[in-house]
């Protein structure tokens, strides 16, 4: 069974995503027979980061969440055990309001976000589910008393916005996922420890002796990404050694040399950083070197 592989990756990479905006709790335990809630998330008070970024997973995120990730569509009885912590934990906030002696407001109340891959229009039906204005397809809301939304992640449009949740899903649909991200720019905030996240993913399936057909999949699809990704890792490696190097042997021919041209040096390939390690041994001032400088850009 990988079940539980997954489960540990949705939870972690939840985490990740989410700890700029608030406290992050992953399997919090709640009273009554032990049960365990994936992901408890409660807003900061002041954002320092703009939670945007994460798309629809940042709109479940602007009031406290219960989140509920499943690697196999969740079933009616999975989805009626998750209304049932959310019952406690309100249940709970009302015990301590009233102890403080002040009103629990609505927006202090969990909103339960459960994250199916897929799921049949009958099972929708059964829990009275409607669509709303504003929100995107995919997203199947209880009747507001519930406090709850069913995210059927496969429904979801191939969107930005989408993006964070499609990486939960199965089969073609995180494949894809993990395209977009790899394909998202090197400076995005989130891009390269979500890549890490799934590249844990995929040692921890990669042991394993029974894997199913879509994580046999996942494997292979992550195998050239995860070389290439490795060798650019090492590459970019050896690149700041070279660069430490030349600084330091500059630092000693010619004195220190300012920030503006440390920039340009770290701008250069490791070929031109070879040269200039061959060219500095003739510099006798910083002039030198902004000479040889200005000639690469040439």
Request: a negative charge.
């Amino acid at each position: 069974m990988t079940r539980f592989i997954h489960d540990k990756f949705a939870k972690d990479y939840l985490e990740e995503l989410l700890k700029d905006y608030g406290e992050v709790k992953a399997s919090e335990k709640v009273s009554g027979e032990i049960k365990e809630i994936d992901v408890l998330f409660t807003p900061a008070k002041q954002q320092s980061y703009n939670i945007q970024i994460l798309g629809l997973l940042g709109r479940f995120a602007e009031q406290p969440a219960i989140i509920e990730p499943y690697r196999n569509p969740a079933s009616t009885d999975e989805i009626c055990d998750c209304i049932l912590k959310l019952l406690e934990i309100k249940a709970l906030l009302r015990r301590e309001a009233k102890a403080n002696k002040t009103k629990l407001q609505d927006l202090e109340i969990p909103k339960l976000w459960v994250l199916t891959p897929t799921i049949s229009e009958t099972r929708l039906s059964s829990f009275g589910t409607m669509q709303k204005t504003g929100w995107l397809s995919g997203v199947h809301f209880l009747p507001d008393a519930l406090r709850t939304a069913i995210v059927a992640i496969h429904q979801l449009p191939q969107t930005p916005e989408t993006l964070w949740l499609r990486l939960l899903g199965r089969g073609n649909v995180q494949s894809q996922a993990i395209i977009e991200l790899q394909a998202l720019p090197l400076n995005h905030p989130y891009q390269k420890q979500t890549l890490e996240l799934v590249y844990n993913l995929r040692e921890n399936l990669r042991v394993n002796q029974e894997l199913e057909a879509d994580d046999r999949e996942l494997i292979m699809r992550l195998e050239p990404l995860y070389q290439r990704d490795r060798e650019q890792a090492k590459e970019e490696g050896r690149q700041e050694g070279k660069q430490d190097l030349i600084l330091r042997l500059l630092n000693r021919r010619i004195s220190e040399i300012d920030a503006s041209l440390i920039g340009r040096i770290k701008g250069l390939s490791i070929e031109q950083l070879e040269n200039l390690g061959e060219a500095l041994l003739d510099f006798s001032s910083v002039a030198d070197l902004e000479t040889w400088l200005n000639q690469q850009s040439i």
